[in-house]
C-alpha cells in the first residue's frame, strides 16, 4: 500500500482565495483525521471520520473551515476565505478499528499570503 | 477525558549519551500507548507501540514500557545517534470510548550532537 496520499505537497494563496486540500486514506481502514500543525499551537485536531461520517469537528476552528468525506477512498478539508492565519501544514491520518495507529500522509504545507 | 503530557523540550544531547523522554497520560477506559516520531519535513510515523499494562514497546533501539501504575510511558535509548534528532510525541488511543481517536501530547523535540 502506498500509505496515506495527500496533495498538494505545497499550496501558496492569496488571502480570500478558496483552499481545498486532498486526502487518500489507506484501504480498509475506516477512520479518518484531519490535523493542524504550527509551531504556536503544536498538532491539533480539527475532524474526525468513522465510516465516511463525521464524529468529532469540535476543532474546526471556524465556518471558514469545512471537511467532507464523500466515500471511503477520499476527503477534502475546505478553507474559504483564506487567512494568513491559516498558514501551517495539514496532516490527513488514517487507522483502522484493531490496531487504532494513525497511519499519516507527508502533510500539506499552505502558505496564504 | 483523556490527555498526555510529555516532557518539555527541547532536548539536545552528544551522541551515544541515554535518552529519557518522560509520558504521562489520563485516560477513562483501557488505552494503547504510542510513541510517534516526526522527522523534519515528514508526517508522524509510529516508533512503537503497547497495548495494556506491562507491555514493553520497543524498536530502533527506542524502548518504552507500559507502566498502569504510575499511568506512564517513558521514552528510553541507551545510546542516541545524530540520525535521531527529531520531534516525539507520546500518544494513546481508546477504542472503548471513541473511534480511534489519537490524543497527542505536545512533542519534544530532540538534537543529537556529534
Known amino acids: 500500500d502506498a500509505g496515506v496520499i495527500q496533495s498538494p505537497r505545497h499550496e501558496v494563496t492569496e488571502m480570500g482565495q478558496e483552499v481545498t486540500l486532498r486526502c487518500k486514506p489507506i484501504?480498509?481502514?475506516?477512520?479518518l483525521f484531519w490535523y493542524r500543525q504550527t509551531m504556536m499551537r503544536g498538532l491539533e485536531l480539527l475532524i474526525y471520520?468513522?465510516?465516511?461520517?463525521?464524529?468529532?469537528d469540535s476543532g474546526m476552528p471556524e465556518d471558514r473551515f469545512s471537511a467532507k468525506m464523500p466515500n471511503a477512498s477520499f476527503s477534502t478539508l475546505k478553507i474559504q476565505p483564506s487567512e494568513p492565519r491559516d498558514s501551517a501544514v495539514y496532516f490527513c491520518?488514517?487507522?483502522?478499528?484493531?490496531?487504532?495507529?494513525?497511519?499519516f500522509g507527508q502533510g500539506t504545507r499552505l502558505t496564504v499570503v | 477525558g483523556n490527555s498526555v503530557t510529555q516532557m518539555e523540550g527541547p532536548v539536545t544531547l552528544s551522541e551515544e549519551a541515554f535518552l529519557t523522554i518522560n509520558c504521562t497520560y489520563t485516560?477513562?477506559?483501557?488505552?494503547?500507548l504510542f510513541w510517534y516520531v516526526q522527522y523534519p519535513g515528514e508526517g508522524l510515523q509510529l516508533l512503537l507501540k503497547?497495548?495494556?499494562?506491562?507491555d514493553k514497546g520497543s524498536n530502533k533501539g527506542f524502548e518504552a514500557t507500559y507502566r498502569k501504575e504510575t499511568t506512564s510511558f517513558h521514552l528510553e535509548k541507551g545510546s542516541v545517534q545524530v540520525s535521531d534528532s527529531a520531534v516525539y510525541f507520546c500518544?494513546?488511543?481508546?477504542?472503548?470510548?471513541?473511534?480511534?481517536?489519537?490524543?497527542f501530547g505536545d512533542g519534544t523535540t530532540l538534537t543529537v550532537k556529534p
Open positions: 503497547a497495548t495494556k499494562a506491562d
Open positions: 471520520f468513522n465510516n465516511n461520517v463525521p464524529i468529532d
Open positions: 491520518a488514517s487507522s483502522d478499528r484493531e490496531n487504532t495507529e494513525a497511519f
Open positions: 500518544a494513546l488511543s481508546d477504542l472503548s470510548t471513541n473511534a480511534g481517536k489519537s490524543t
Open positions: 484501504s480498509g481502514h475506516n477512520s
Open positions: 485516560a477513562t477506559g483501557y488505552p494503547s
